[in-house]
């Protein structure tokens, strides 16, 4: 019921900024919650970014100060601008969505297929 597109990430130098977008598309009553979160080789998938649809936003402590999420719901998209990266940001990131099928439906998630991004010199 719902598709999302992942794009933006790549191969960038410490210091340096990518911004990553998740537009979400298909049949759905609502997308309430969205958000990055990012895995690294041997590590546990975490949160690196939320925003709810009103756009209260909650962020790891590692990124504090360095990325910024938006979104924009006329577009179903959410967005992860990146400033000052680190080698240990290297991960691959991942877009979750919260959406209704319906109405009255339950929160139900959904995952992108993931965007690398390396950080390195």
């Known amino acids: 019921q719902v598709q999302l597109v992942e794009s933006g990430g790549g191969l960038v130098q410490p210091g340096g900024s990518l911004r990553l977008s998740c537009a979400a598309s298909?049949?759905?009553?609502?997308?309430?919650?969205m958000g990055w979160y990012r895995q690294a080789p041997g590590m546990q998938r975490e949160l690196v970014a939320a925003?709810?649809?009103?756009?209260?936003?909650d962020y790891a402590d590692s990124v504090k100060g360095r990325f910024t999420i938006s979104r924009d719901n006329a577009k179903n998209t959410v967005y992860l601008q990146m400033n000052s990266l680190k080698p240990e940001d290297t991960a691959v990131y991942y877009c979750?969505?919260?959406?209704?099928?319906?109405?009255?439906?339950?929160?139900?998630?959904?995952w992108g297929q993931g965007t690398q991004v390396t950080v390195s010199s």
């Open positions: 979750n969505v919260k959406y209704k099928r319906y109405s009255s439906s339950l929160l139900r998630d959904y």
């Open positions: 298909g049949s759905f009553f609502s997308i309430n919650d």
């Open positions: 925003i709810t649809r009103r756009g209260s936003t």
